[in-house]
């Protein structure tokens, strides 16, 4: 069974920085084999995608984070991070790891439950 493990969300000030892991648990996980994702749903709002990373370290980002946020990961931790700065109010929202892989046919997926990120003076 695969596991994702958000954390580091808090209520933080406009302007202020926060940096998001994303742990993996599962023994059987090939956590390198995966493209790695944040995502995240504001009140009312649909979800979203923030940044993604490929197995190969690409990396993507929507319009409204680039030069502001950065995705990574460390694959012998099983771990992928936000490190979030300029923070807007607009940020406020819960984040999500999302983990996901396609092979041939087959297809695999999984979500985190995810980490609340406030962004408030």
């Known amino acids: 069974q695969v596991q994702l493990v958000e954390s580091g969300g808090a209520l933080v000030q406009p302007g202020g920085s926060l940096r998001l892991s994303c742990a993996a648990d599962g023994l059987t996980f090939t956590f390198f084999t995966y493209t790695m994702g944040w995502f995240r749903q504001a009140p009312g709002k649909a979800r979203e995608l923030v940044a993604t990373?490929?197995?190969?370290?690409?990396?993507n980002y929507a319009d409204f984070v680039k030069g502001r946020f950065t995705i990574s990961r460390d694959n012998p931790k099983k771990t992928m991070y936000l490190q979030m700065n300029s923070l807007k109010p607009d940020d406020t929202a819960v984040y999500y790891c999302n983990a996901n892989r396609v092979s041939g046919i087959s297809a695999r997926e999984y979500w985190g439950q995810g980490t609340q990120v406030t962004v408030s003076s």
């Open positions: 990373i490929t197995s190969g370290g690409s990396t």
